[in-house]
């Protein structure tokens, strides 16, 4: 599993794997993270996944911005290695 090799190379961090649709949780799941780490292979998830930490965003409350980071694939087997930057226009 993914979350156990993680573990193993990176000291100290703690990894709850979810098998589950990220749709399932709701906004207050993700409020309790700095940071969220998604490994999606579903455009339809990302999307969902962007949209919604971006209205979760309170600009009075700079804990409410969480920072996406997207380690899935794009339906290929083959790492590409780039990346891409999402910024709300509102």
Not at 1 to 7: G, I, L, T
Not at 22 to 41: A, H, K, N, R, W
Request: aromatic fraction near 8%; proline fraction near 3%.
């Amino acid at each position: 599993m993914a979350a156990k090799f993680v573990e193993r190379r990176v000291r100290g961090v703690k990894i709850t794997p979810h098998n589950n649709r990220i749709q399932d949780f709701d906004e207050s799941f993700y409020m309790q993270f700095t940071i969220v780490v998604c490994g999606l292979d579903s455009i339809e998830a990302r999307r969902w996944i962007n949209a919604t930490l971006i209205n979760m965003v309170d600009e009075d409350n700079m804990d409410s911005l969480k920072p996406l980071i997207d380690g899935g694939t794009e339906g290929e087997m083959t790492p590409r290695g780039f990346q891409k930057t999402v910024m709300s226009s509102s």
